[in-house]
């Protein structure tokens, strides 16, 4: 019982220093703090989720007690929380004939997109208590980010209305167009990371032969047919909604995108199994993913999409498809 604990305490101050530098705001404090959930997830994973939850309180009570309150809030409902629940699903088992049957992996993706919108909306109603609030903070930041990019250096910032926009293009659009998008992408981002930290932890605690499920193999991972029904509503809720409904409807719509393009990644290592220029294939797809990241994933969602509807893996393999 010691043991877990401790590796807890140990995780938590970890994962609160990663998320800290963000403050520094340069590209490397970034990157790790993109991996802040990392801790968290090799804790509850190798020493089960107590230890992760152990993690999530050493975390916040540290960045609550060296910076503000609201700095470890912020941490567990952003950070902390969702880690720890992700890592809790995905050793969740059930008695079969031939052993556990472990929680789907698909299914802690479905999780990770409705947490993204979650905290997405917990994110936006932080910022302000209202929608109109919302907009007004998030259109302020905006133009002062323009402004202060455009400004050559050592000089004044210009006006918002002298940025150079192309002919046609007002500030107000341009800033209200970022706005709606700040969401969807938000969420979809989250998702991304959560993924990549859950796969980062699985790998590296099986590599201590700590995990006690098998990792299943990319090519395995299948979102929940239900999930396609709640990515139409939400789409159609995303574009006819308005305010903070409009707002969480579109942060699901961008996560689902995100979770649907990871299982077209997932087909398609499913698809090239066996080919000569896998490799090359998968190695070029990643490529792509990496330098074109907003324009390729709905691409692979679309193909994650289709997989679902059709069951491609499943006529690839041979046999017929059945309900997930």
């Known amino acids: ?88 699903l995905t050793l969740l088992a059930r008695p079969g004939e031939n052993g ?43 133009r002062a980010f323009l402004t202060m990019e455009s400004a050559p250096g050592g000089q004044p910032a210009p006006s918002p209305d002298a940025l150079g926009l192309p002919s046609g293009i007002a500030v107000d659009d341009l800033v209200d167009a970022i706005i709606t998008a700040v969401p969807p992408l938000a969420a979809a981002s989250f998702v991304l990371m959560l993924a990549l930290n859950l796969w980062l932890a699985a790998k590296t605690v099986s590599i201590s032969q700590r995990l006690p499920r098998p990792w299943p193999a990319i090519a395995d991972t299948a979102m929940p047919r239900s999930m396609l029904p709640a990515f139409v ?23 689902l995108i995100c979770a649907y393009a990871l299982q077209g990644l997932a087909t398609l290592h499913a698809l090239t199994r066996g080919k000569p220029g896998r490799p090359f294939i998968l190695g070029l797809t990643y490529a792509i993913l990496v330098i074109f990241l907003v324009w390729i994933l709905p691409v692979l969602a679309l193909f994650g999409i289709i997989d679902t509807l059709m069951g491609l893996r499943a006529r690839r393999a041979g046999i017929a498809g059945s309900p997930r």
Not at 24 to 39: C, T
Not at 112 to 127: L, R
Not at 236 to 251: D, E, M, Y
Request: charged share 5%.
């Open 233 to 255: 509503v939400a789409a159609v809720l995303a574009v006819v909604g308005s305010g903070f409904i409009g707002l969480i409807a579109a942060a699901l719509a961008g996560s």
């Open 100 to 142: 556990p049957l472990w929680y789907p992996i698909g299914r802690v993706l479905a999780w990770a997109a409705g947490i993204a919108a979650g905290v997405t909306f917990a994110g936006a109603w932080g910022i302000g208590g209202s929608y109109a609030d919302f907009e007004a903070t998030m259109g302020r930041a905006i």
């Open 1 to 88: 019982m010691a043991i877990p604990f401790l590796v807890g305490i140990g995780a938590g101050i970890v994962s609160a220093l990663l998320f800290a530098v963000v403050i520094s705001g340069s590209v490397l404090a970034l990157l790790l703090s993109y991996i802040a959930p990392l801790p968290i997830l090799v804790a509850a994973l190798g020493w089960n989720h107590r230890a992760g939850l152990v993690a999530v309180a050493t975390g916040a009570a540290s960045l609550a007690v060296i910076f503000a309150p609201m700095s470890g809030l912020a941490y567990a409902i952003g950070i902390g929380l969702p880690a720890w629940w992700l890592g809790y």
